[in-house]
């Protein structure tokens, strides 16, 4: 079983910062890539930023410039970094990964994590 656990949500007034944290634990054989994706209430869920192995990232053009994404392999987990924040950047943030585990080594499944909120409001 695998699971993904994210912290560093809350409210944050326009133009700050927050730093999202997602942690994948259990019977994991290899991650391919780890990302993040949010959705603004009454939208569809869409994509913020991803991280592939080898490090090549990809941005949303909305947030290119203002959020970094990072990972630390060790550790299987993946980071947000969110400057310049903006009241249309509030939803929910979703923590995603592609990966294999130790039952199923030869076939990658993408696994997400329950969701953190968002508020960029003053």
């Known amino acids: 079983q695998v699971q993904l656990v994210e912290s560093g949500g809350g409210l944050v007034q326009p133009g700050g910062s927050l730093r999202l944290s997602c942690a994948a634990s259990?019977?994991?054989?290899?991650?391919?890539?780890m990302g993040w994706y949010r959705q603004a209430p009454g939208k569809q869920r869409e994509l913020v930023a991803t991280?592939?192995?080898?490090?090549?990232?990809n941005y949303a053009e909305s947030v290119k410039g203002r959020f970094t994404i990072s990972r630390d392999n060790a550790k299987n987990t993946v980071y947000l970094q969110m400057n310049s924040l903006k009241p249309e950047d509030t939803a929910v943030y979703y923590c995603?990964?592609?990966?294999?585990?130790?039952?199923?080594?030869?076939?990658?499944?993408?696994?997400w994590g329950q969701g953190t909120q968002v508020t960029v409001s003053s």
């Open positions: 259990g019977s994991i054989a290899r991650i391919y890539g």
């Open positions: 995603n990964a592609r990966l294999t585990t130790y039952a199923h080594p030869t076939l990658s499944a993408d696994y």
């Open positions: 991280t592939a192995t080898g490090s090549s990232t």
